[in-house]
T-cell receptor
Framework: EVQLVESGGGLVQPGGSLRLSCAAS????????MHWVRQAPGKGLVWVAR????????TYADSVKGRFTISRDNARNTLYLQMNSLRDEDTAVYYC?????????????WGKGTTATVSS | DIQMTQSPSSVSASVGDRVTITCRAS??????IGWYQQKPGKAPKLLIY???SLQGGVPSRFSGSGSGTDFTLTISSLQAEDFATYFC?????????FGQGTKVEIK
């Protein structure tokens, strides 16, 4: 079964850091692009970042550029999102998402999400 | 950035109704659009990609059409399990952007 399981969310003060992880299984992780997408409470979906299959190419939303870093460890089948200098507006459910193979840039497999809450 | 504008923001419908949701892109995105369904407390699910291609396992009552800037998602005969929020997403260029969502509610 193709599966993505996020972890690492929690409560953090403004200016703090969190590192999200996403464990992938059931597919060849090293072959696929991956994304992080977030959703603030009661709001819509916002794309955050993407990484190519070998980790050499990344792209970020302007709202997180310079603060967040997407990375991957293909030996561990794991995707990461390092979030620094967190702001109240970063509070959201963060989804780990697979880019649909053969058709950039649609998102065909989603994790259940992990919640990051930024509050003092 | 490419803006995606969905309409309506919500629609009330009954089981068996035909429901159409539209999405307009702020610039030409060819056929680079996907449609997602999200139920409360759950992750989104890909329904349609490349404007009109049905994702595997998705019922055939879902269909998509359009090209350029104007797109539609149609549910031909609404079922109880289709009550949810639907989002469009452009895959033409980064940053990838989503529409604000259309909530399909029970009449």
């Amino acid at each position: 079964e193709v599966q993505l399981v996020e972890s690492g969310g929690g409560l953090v003060q403004p200016g703090g850091s969190l590192r999200l992880s996403c464990a992938a299984s059931g597919f060849i992780f090293s072959s696929d692009w991956m994304h992080w997408v977030r959703q603030a409470p009661g709001k819509g979906l916002v794309w955050v970042a993407r990484i190519n299959e070998d980790g050499t190419g990344t792209t970020y939303a302007d709202s997180v550029k310079g603060r967040f870093t997407i990375s991957r460890d293909n030996a561990r089948n794991t995707l990461y999102l390092q979030m620094n200098s967190l702001r109240d507006e970063d509070t959201a459910v963060y989804y780990c998402v697979r880019d649909r193979p053969g058709d950039n840039y649609y998102m065909d497999v989603w994790g259940k999400g992990t919640t990051a809450t930024v509050s003092s | 950035d490419i803006q995606m504008t969905q309409s309506p923001s919500s629609v009330s419908a009954s089981v068996g109704d035909r429901v159409t949701i539209t999405c307009r892109a702020s610039q030409d995105i060819s056929s680079w659009i996907g449609w997602y369904q999200q139920k409360p407390g759950k992750a989104p699910k890909l329904l349609i990609y490349a404007a009109s291609s049905l994702q595997g396992g998705v019922p055939s009552r879902f269909s998509g059409s359009g090209s350029g800037t104007d797109f539609t998602l149609t549910i031909s005969s609404l079922q109880a399990e289709d009550f949810a929020t639907y989002f469009c997403q452009q895959g033409s260029s980064f940053p990838l952007t989503f529409g604000q969502g259309t909530k399909v509610e029970i009449k």
